[in-house]
């Protein structure tokens, strides 16, 4: 998974990816992944690989991807909104040579 992402904020945030398959018909996801985003432009990256390594059945996950879920990750001490740009999502399937 790709994706390119713009903060418009002075500060850093932190950002969760998440997937949910087809079967899960249920408000929590099967699998995330935490980014920390910079100000401005961040070229963001999930190797689907990963995947595989931390679910029991994450082969039939990534043939069954229902959601892609963006969120930001709550902080205590933050106050203001967070204004982000997203584009390019991207999911692809890896070369088994990686």
Avoid: Y
């Amino acid at each position: 998974l790709q994706l390119d992402v713009w903060l418009l904020d002075e500060q850093p945030i932190n950002l969760g990816v998440a997937l949910r398959g087809l079967e899960n018909q249920s408000d929590h996801h099967d699998i995330s992944h935490r980014f920390s985003l910079k100000p401005g432009a961040n070229h963001l990256s999930w190797p689907m690989q990963e995947i595989l390594k931390h679910l029991p059945d994450g082969a039939k996950l990534l043939t069954s991807i229902n959601k892609v879920i963006i969120f930001c990750m709550p902080e205590q001490t933050r106050t203001q909104v967070s204004t982000l740009a997203i584009d390019n999502l991207i999911l692809k399937k890896e070369s088994a040579t990686r």
